[in-house]
């Protein structure tokens, strides 16, 4: 357990910068969302803020909302995916992560719109789920970014193969199997109680 633990740190320790890079670009797009909400007139905002209250408290069609939610983790873990094969792809892996973040920081600035409710609904709705995905989705673009300028550099010794590295990539979109599930059947039931 320890050797897995030191193998970790190292490896965190020498994609650094990688992180560094995905974090600030992750944090770019949750101040643009929550910007571009609070620029919004304020009907709109209502409009919104109504529509993903009841969308997220609703206790029917959970089966459906399941896949809806492992359907956008696996648009955004397979653009990662995509961008990680070529080094040029490195850029759609920043662009995938601005957009989460965006979308992320768009919702909970809708989500305040409500005051205190809607600071405990931003807690449930949005930080619950996210709490867990945020760093898979963080740890996911950095080992694609290295992966991608890994190509540029033709360090042929570091790369793995393309069967092994669509597995490392599989591996982690099945890790958000557990966000879906939190998203979906422990959400409704905790919202419900602030709705």
Request: glycine share 10%.
């Amino acid at each position: 357990m320890d050797r897995v633990g030191d193998k970790g740190f190292r490896w965190i320790k020498s994609n650094l910068a990688a992180y560094i890079a995905v974090l600030f670009f992750f944090f770019i797009g949750l101040a643009s969302g929550a910007y571009t909400a609070k620029a919004l007139p304020s009907a709109e905002k209502a409009d919104l803020t109504g529509y993903v209250v009841n969308a997220g408290a609703l206790e029917t069609h959970r089966g459906e909302a399941f896949w809806t939610s492992l359907s956008n983790n696996l648009k955004t873990f397979g653009l990662i995916t995509l961008g990680s094969l070529f080094w040029l792809g490195s850029a759609l892996v920043v662009i995938s992560v601005l957009v989460r973040g965006f979308v992320l920081g768009f919702t909970v600035a809708v989500l305040g719109t409500l005051g205190a409710q809607g600071l405990g609904l931003s807690l449930i709705a949005v930080w619950l789920p996210n709490v867990l995905l945020v760093p898979i989705l963080a740890t996911f673009a950095v080992y694609a970014l290295s992966t991608a300028l890994g190509r540029k550099k033709g360090r042929a010794k570091t790369k793995p193969s393309l069967e092994h590295h669509l597995l490392i990539c599989g591996l982690f979109f099945l890790s958000t199997l557990v966000v879906s599930v939190i998203e979906v059947y422990l959400v409704p039931p905790l919202m419900q109680l602030l709705v």
